[in-house]
Each structure stands twice: as C-alpha cells, then as structure tokens.
C-alpha cells in the first residue's frame, strides 16, 4: 500500500473567519483615522496584525476591500420593526438610524466615503447600489406593514416613503451634526408621519389633512379657511 503526503490545503481553503474580520476591523478604523485618499494595505495589515499577503487572498485592491465593507455593511440583516404603529415604526427606525450615525467610526467615515464618490464612479455605484437596496428593503417593511393596518393606502411608495423618514435625521446627524434628544427624535417621528400621510395619499392639494385625523380645530378651520 502507498503511502501519500497530502498538500496542506491553500487559498480559499485557509481564509480564516477570524482574520478576514480583524481586517475588516482595521480598515473601519483606518478610514476613520486617515479617510480613503491616505488608507494603505500597509496600515490596515498593520492594524490587523495580519500581512498584506493575508489580504491580497481576499481583495485585489484597497478598492476591492472598501467596496466590499460598505456591501456587507449594507447588506445586515434589516432590524425587526413592528411596533403595532406607523409612529411607533418610524419613531424606532429612527433610533436606529441615529445610533449608527451617531457612532465614531460611522460619524467620520461616512462622510468621506460620500466626498470620495464624487470622484470615484466605481465608490459612487457601489454606494447608491447599496443604499438603495437596504432603502427599499426597510421602506417594504414599515411601509407594507402601514398599509396592512390600514394607517396608510395601498399603492404607496416604500422607497419614497423612506427617504421622508431617513433624510431628516440624516441632515440632521451627518450634515448639521446638531444633538438630538429623545423629544426632538419624538416630534421628528410625528412630523415625518404626518408628512408620509399626506404624500402617499396623493391628495395634497384636494385634502391637506392626515388620514384618520380628528374635527380641525378652531386655529385649523381658521388656516383652511372654514
């Protein structure tokens, strides 16, 4: 009987779970520190404590590796959010959304990434790609769950309905980056239900008035003309 030494197994075989998360934790952190016009494979294999053949076996470029953190940031599972209420579901999708821009790393990285887009088609898809794919998949959620209540009508626009929600808070943490307390998130959700009810009925001009809304008040019928 023969005897074979088998070859220890190589490439794919060998990328550990492990190290491909260090180095996805070194690059957040590197971005964060330097931006992506000065990350290098270098630093980041320095920050993982990894060498930068270990990173060559996954990605091909500090491109590669970039493009592929903001897919698989874009691509986490979407939160559960049902709260029994569109409120309720705005209200918590927005602190959500505040938490993770509010955090160090996301508060630095993310507006870098956006100044780099515009001179990088290739970072500009990638980002527009993911962002609408993880838009769509929460505005299905929150708005499908809406319209099955009955609190907005079939036939409404998730994707639309998400950028009402989103692009307050958003201005708000990423642009202005003004502080944001627990009553300001409160009346940011009222506001932005009171908006997506008007939008998605597709009556702003006949009827002005959120669905399911009570007798208008004397400052209302003043302002209605009543």
């Not at 290098?40 to 930068?52: C, H, L, M, P, T």
Request: with cysteine.
């Amino acid at each position: 009987m023969t005897t074979e030494k088998r070859r220890a197994p190589a490439g794919a075989a060998v990328l550990r779970g492990e190290i491909t998360a260090a180095i996805r934790r070194a690059v957040m952190q590197e971005l964060a520190a330097v931006g992506y016009g000065r990350l290098s494979i270098e630093a980041v294999a320095r920050r993982a404590g990894v060498s930068k053949t270990a990173i060559y076996r996954r990605w091909r470029s500090k491109l590669d590796l970039v493009l592929d953190m903001v897919s698989a940031a874009a691509g986490k599972k979407v939160p559960m959010l049902d709260t029994g209420s569109l409120h309720g579901d705005v209200q918590l999708l927005l602190m959500v959304a505040a938490e993770a821009l509010g955090h160090k790393l996301a508060s630095q990285i993310i507006p870098d990434l956006l100044a780099e887009a515009a001179r990088n088609p290739q970072i500009a898809e990638t980002l527009q790609r993911t962002l609408h794919d993880y838009q769509v998949r929460i505005g299905e959620l929150v708005i499908g769950q809406a319209v099955a209540r009955g609190e907005l009508p079939a036939g409404a626009d998730p994707s639309a309905a998400i950028e009402l929600i989103v692009g307050p808070i958003y201005w708000r943490l990423a642009i202005s980056r003004a502080p944001l307390d627990a009553d300001q998130l409160e009346n940011m959700a009222t506001a932005i239900v009171a908006a997506l009810r008007i939008a998605c009925t597709g009556l702003v001009e006949q009827d002005p008035a959120p669905l399911n809304a009570g007798p208008l008040t004397a400052p209302e019928r003043h302002v209605a003309g009543t």
